[in-house]
């Protein structure tokens, strides 16, 4: 099969069109004929840093975690899946599971589901990880009826899932972004666009919750914006971080008992470790999604096998609006 496959790594490190091995349904698995997979920041990170992150795969690499496609195979034990089934999914593009830039994907039959009927290929492919992610983070931080919740990046791949799921766990939303286009995009999705570049955290704190602070504070902007998440959660609060990584002062933290959810959704396929919850969670986005509920936002400009290079340099640089998908 064809596959668009890594053999360096590094920032301008390209692809390359190579053929490698068609996939073999084994026990528990199904081979799917990939038709789009996206990329999300992590991908664009394990291609520029490469050995430096310990979720990378050893080169040469074929990249790409999530996509939506039609099964072709069916490995021993699998049920719930037959020929022919539209299917969406997170499954591979890191350690030793094969990446979705290829013709065909081996996929663990737990780590995906039936595609949203409502969807194309395209939009079905953007979905997966920014979904389990915002699922997993605004669930393990009780979101509910109610509830007042800020999305740090509202307008992001992560954000603007987590603003639809918010509200439709009952959620009183608001969201940072900055510009025309981010603020407009948050306000269409039902929350409230508070545009960080001209107001201060103690300003959507005062104006917003009565200076209470906000029942959750969902930070998919991560570093060093942790400590206005910090500012932004009430007395006894629930944050959620999908970036974590970084080291900080805790004390403001400490004197306000806030509770702190770390969400890195990739350790299931990582270790092997609780993945029918990807599943599970997967058929949940796809009733949202059906529903009317939840809706993912693709970035206009397409791409395909002949531009892989530039896909992953138009998120990197920051020009995207929604996520960027790679139709194959």
């Not at 104006?207 to 998919?220: A, K, L, R, Y």
């Amino acid at each position: 099969m064809k596959a668009m496959v890594l053999n360096t790594y590094g920032p301008d490190a390209p692809f390359e069109l190579a053929e490698v091995p068609d996939p073999v349904a084994i026990p528990g698995h199904v081979v799917v004929k990939v038709a789009a997979t996206s990329v999300n920041t992590v991908d664009t990170m394990i291609h520029s840093m490469g050995a430096d992150l310990p979720l990378s795969p050893k080169l040469p690499a074929v990249l790409g975690m999530d996509f939506a496609g039609t099964v072709i195979a069916i490995g021993e034990g699998v049920t719930g899946f037959a020929i022919g089934d539209e299917v969406f999914g997170c499954a591979g593009g890191l350690v030793d599971l094969p990446g979705s830039l290829a013709q065909y994907i081996n996929a663990d039959a737990r780590l995906i589901a039936h595609k949203p009927k409502t969807l194309g290929m395209r939009e079905a492919a953007a979905l997966p990880l920014v979904g389990i992610t915002a699922y997993e983070g605004l669930t393990r931080a009780g979101v509910g009826e109610g509830q007042t919740v800020l999305v740090q990046g509202g307008a992001g791949g992560v954000g603007h899932v987590a603003v639809q799921i918010a509200r439709h766990l009952g959620a009183n939303v608001s969201a940072t972004g900055r510009g025309a286009d981010q603020l407009s995009l948050i306000e269409g999705l039902g929350a409230r666009p508070l545009d960080f570049t001209t107001q201060t955290v103690e300003d959507f704190v005062a104006e917003h919750t009565d200076g209470v602070g906000f029942d959750v504070v969902f930070d998919s902007v991560g570093g060093p914006n942790m400590t206005n998440s910090f500012a932004a959660a009430k007395l006894n609060g629930q944050i959620a971080s999908t970036v974590a990584m970084v080291e900080i002062d805790l004390t403001p933290a400490h004197f306000k008992g806030l509770s702190l959810h770390v969400v890195f959704m990739l350790i299931p396929m990582m270790h092997d470790v609780g993945r029918q919850t990807h599943g599970d969670i997967l058929r949940s986005l796809a009733d949202l999604v059906d529903s009317g509920r939840l809706k993912p936002i693709v970035d206009e400009q397409k791409f395909g096998w002949g531009n892989v290079d530039a896909a992953y340099a138009h998120l990197t640089h920051g020009g995207a609006v929604g996520k960027v998908v790679v139709e194959l």
